[in-house]
């Protein structure tokens, strides 16, 4: 079978399953945000990693070094923020090709210091090789959260509430933006604005190269109890919120009229080329927080004054659907990135 017919996704499943015996620590293994091992009586290591390929997950004519660093970190700090813990420290490890210089080497790592120390986090380590082609990037990051207070994909129950943190959408149409700008070195995105751009457009942009990891947010739900479920949205959130339907065992239905949708990609519309439902739904790297909560503890969420948006309910059954601004009812299907098998459709 080839990887392109199993998909990502099923991919994962298969390493999931020759890897479920169960190790004395080991918490949540395979298949979550992070991993989460135990390493006293009430703390919870948290452990996730990630890579990054030149050509794949990035485009160095769309992205400057800067920007590349503080997203890399990003990418896996946000993965600590989805099982509400508190990042600590990061390992990196670099295959360079020998066409990038040291200067831009430095400016990665300016980045994602800069990051990481925003969220007092340490790089501790790392590692670096030369490779005969594409940039790659791995990072690891580490963080604890309390053993009563990590939040799963697997906490859902039907009729919990579906909330989104932030707006959806924004980085998907901001990498739209990029790319239709042309390659070279005068189309690259400089992190922090350029004149060619209006102002709607550079908000976008900015999204896509250096998105916020919710951390804060993270923590705050985690410690409040209020959530039984939480995921950081990469992939979109239609392939998103069937992670946490698959590992909970339910359903869900989403009111395509409560995503949420920033006014710069509202303005920015006469220049995309799709709706902005299909940049929420498939588009992905937004990294908000797509969570779940008990309609007991709804009135606790509202109290935290945290800007989310309620966007659906769970379900019994394991189907999710859709409805639209004229209350027709459809099946969701995650569509978001998935490796292997090509492309977001």
């Known amino acids: 079978m080839r990887l392109s017919e199993l998909g990502e996704f099923g991919l994962i499943r298969k390493i999931q399953k020759r890897s479920s015996l169960k190790a004395p620590g080991l918490v949540v293994g395979i298949g979550d945000d992070a991993a989460a091992l135990t390493v006293s009586s009430q703390t919870l290591l948290l452990a996730t990693t990630d890579m990054l390929i030149e050509d794949i997950h990035f485009d160095l004519a ?11 970190a990003a990418v896996n700090l946000s993965d600590i923020a989805a099982m509400g813990g508190s ?7 670099l295959g360079i090709p020998p066409r990038i210089a040291v200067e831009q080497i430095s400016e990665f790592y300016r980045g994602f210091q800069k990051l990481l120390s925003i969220h007092k986090t340490v790089l501790a380590g790392g590692d670096t090789c030369s490779t005969r082609r ?10 604890e959260t309390l053993k009563k207070k ?12 579906i909330f ?22 005068g189309a690259r995105g400089q992190g922090s604005g350029d004149s060619a751009l209006s102002t709607q457009h550079s908000v976008l942009t900015q999204r896509h190269l250096r998105p916020s990891p919710r951390v804060k947010e993270g923590l ?8 039984s479920s939480m995921i950081d949205i990469s992939d979109g959130l239609s392939s998103d919120l069937s992670h946490i339907c698959e590992q909970s065992k339910v359903g869900a239905l989403i009111y395509a009229a409560k995503i949420p949708f920033s006014p710069q990609l509202a303005s920015a519309m006469i220049h995309l080329k799709k709706a902005p ?27 935290l004054n945290l800007a989310v948006t309620e966007i659906g309910e769970v379900t019994r059954g394991r189907a999710q659907y859709i409805v639209d ?18 492309s977001t459709s």
């Not at 594409?134 to 963080?143: M, Y």
């Open 134 to 143: 594409g940039l790659v990037i791995s990072v690891t990051a580490l963080g």
């Open 164 to 185: 989104v943190t932030g707006t959806l959408g924004d980085s998907a149409a901001g990498l739209e933006l990029l790319r239709s700008r042309g390659k070279g070195p």
């Open 62 to 72: 769309y992205t400057d070094f800067y920007s590349l660093g503080w997203k890399s």
């Open 277 to 303: 439902l299909h940049y929420a739904l498939s588009g992905g790297e937004d990294y908000e927080l797509l969570f779940t909560v008990p309609p007991k503890r709804v009135k606790r969420l509202q109290a």
């Open 220 to 227: 705050v739900l985690a410690r409040s109890g209020c959530a």
């Open 87 to 93: 990042p600590r420290f990061c390992l990196t490890s």
């Open 325 to 342: 601004e004229k209350n027709g009812k459809k099946k969701l299907r995650p569509t978001g990135y998935n490796h292997f098998a090509g």
């Open 150 to 161: 990590a939040l799963t994909r697997s906490g859902a129950r039907h009729g919990d509430k």
